[in-house]
T-cell receptor, first 113, second 113 residues
Framework: KQEVTQIPAALSVPEGENLVLNCSFTDSAIYNLQWFRQDPGKGLTSLLLIQSSQREQTSGRLNASLDKSSGRSTLYIAASQPGDSATYLCAVKITGGSEKLVFGKGTKLTVNP | NAGVMQNPRHLVRRRGQEARLRCSPMKGHSHVYWYRQLPEEGLKFMVYLQKENIIDESGMPKERFSAEFPKEGPSILRIQQVVRGDSAAYFC???????????FGSGTRLTVV
C-alpha cells in the first residue's frame, strides 16, 4: 500500500529565505508526482507535475525534484515571500490501472515579513 | 476556461438529510475524480469516473454514498442520510487523460448539524 509522508509538518521562515520541503513515498511504482498548494478554506492549486521518467521540473521560484528509486521528492522555494504562506501537498499517482492520487498530509509553511 | 466548477461552496444539512454535490470538469476533460478531506487529515480518494462510467470506486464508503457522471451535465456526488462524520471538504478534480496532472475545484464544505 502506497504511503506518502511529508516532513516537516509545519515550517516558519523569515522572508527571503530559501527553503526545501520534503516528500517521501513507500512504493516506487508511480506514474507521476504532483505538488499542490492549498490556502486556508480554498481548493488546491497545482504547482508542478513530474512524470516518473523525469528528474525535476521548474516554474519561477519553484523547483521540484524526483528520485523514484529512493522514493523521494523535494520542493525548493527560492527567495520566499509572505504570499508563499500556505499548505503544500505532495501527491503520487500510482500505477497498476488506477488513476488515483495518494496524498501526504502536507507541510504548512509560514513566511514571516 | 472557467476551470473545475463545484457547487455549492458550502452546504449545511441536518442529520438524516441528503447532500448533493456537483462538479463540472474543465472543458475537454473527460476524467473526473472525487476526494474527501477530513479535518486534520490528508485528502483521500473516493471515486474516479468517466462519462457514464464508474471506473474506480474503491474509496467510496459502501453505504449511503454514490456518484455519477452522466452524458450531459455535471458529475454528482450524493450522500444519503448524512451523519456528523460526513462533515468534510469534498473536492472534485478533472484531467484530460492519464498523462496529465489534475486540476482541482475549490471544493464543497459540508457541515452536518
Amino acid at each position: 500500500k502506497q504511503e506518502v509522508t511529508q516532513i516537516p509538518a509545519a515550517l516558519s521562515v523569515p522572508e527571503g529565505e530559501n527553503l526545501v520541503l520534503n516528500c517521501s513515498f513507500t512504493d516506487s511504482a508511480i506514474y507521476n508526482l504532483q505538488w499542490f498548494r492549498q490556502d486556508p478554506g480554498k481548493g488546491l492549486t497545482s504547482l508542478l507535475l513530474i512524470q516518473s521518467s523525469q528528474r525535476e521540473q521548474t516554474s519561477g521560484r519553484l523547483n521540484a525534484s524526483l528520485d523514484k528509486s529512493s522514493g523521494r521528492s523535494t520542493l525548493y522555494i527560492a527567495a520566499s515571500q509572505p504570499g508563499d504562506s500556505a499548505t503544500y501537498l505532495c501527491a503520487v499517482k500510482i500505477t497498476g490501472g488506477s488513476e488515483k492520487l495518494v496524498f501526504g498530509k502536507g507541510t504548512k509553511l509560514t513566511v514571516n515579513p | 476556461n472557467a476551470g473545475v466548477m463545484q457547487n455549492p461552496r458550502h452546504l449545511v444539512r441536518r442529520r438524516g438529510q441528503e447532500a448533493r454535490l456537483r462538479c463540472s470538469p474543465m472543458k475537454g476533460h473527460s476524467h473526473v475524480y472525487w476526494y474527501r478531506q477530513l479535518p486534520e487529515e490528508g485528502l483521500k480518494f473516493m471515486v474516479y469516473l468517466q462519462k457514464e462510467n464508474i471506473i474506480d470506486e474503491s474509496g467510496m464508503p459502501k453505504e449511503r454514498f454514490s456518484a455519477e457522471f452522466p452524458k450531459e451535465g455535471p458529475s454528482i456526488l450524493r450522500i444519503q442520510q448524512v451523519v456528523r462524520g460526513d462533515s468534510a471538504a469534498y473536492f472534485c478534480a478533472s484531467s484530460p487523460d492519464a498523462n496529465y496532472g489534475y486540476t482541482f475545484g475549490s471544493g464543497t464544505r459540508l457541515t452536518v448539524v
